[in-house]
């Protein structure tokens, strides 16, 4: 009954900015954890940044001042803001929801729905 669905991937050059959309339910967005994960071949899923069961917003070290999560609580969705782009961003994104209460920076195997992802490219 969770659905998830991500938008606005595409490619840019490095320094360049891109903002990611997590459109699910009102029931979902409300009451569940999310999180964004990033995922490159040969690589396992990371997260990138997350808002727990309190709401509060975490962020992965390698992100932390260049990413943000924003919310738009009418439209159900949850927006990752990503500035100062660098070409190790490169990666499918995926947004994830969870109804358990945890930490937005859990590991990926702890997440229970998932999105379809969303490619970020960025460019030297």
């Known amino acids: 009954q969770v659905q998830l669905v991500e938008s606005g991937g595409g490619s840019v050059q490095a320094g360049g900015s891109l903002r990611l959309s997590c459109t699910t339910s009102?029931?979902?967005?409300?009451?569940?954890?999310m999180a964004w994960f990033r995922q490159v071949p040969g690589k396992e899923r990371e997260g990138v940044a997350g808002?727990?069961?309190?709401?509060?917003?975490n962020y992965a070290d390698s992100v932390k001042g260049r990413f943000t999560i924003s919310q738009d609580n009418a439209k159900n969705t949850l927006y990752l803001q990503m500035s100062n782009l660098k070409p190790e961003d490169t990666a499918m994104y995926f947004c994830?929801?969870?109804?358990?209460?945890?930490?937005?920076?859990?590991?990926?195997?702890?997440?229970?729905?998932w999105g379809q992802g969303t490619q970020v490219t960025v460019s030297s």
């Open positions: 994830a929801a969870d109804p358990s209460y945890m930490d937005g920076l859990a590991p990926a195997p702890l997440w229970t729905y």
């Open positions: 808002r727990d069961s309190l709401g509060k917003l």
């Open positions: 009102q029931f979902t967005y409300n009451h569940y954890c």
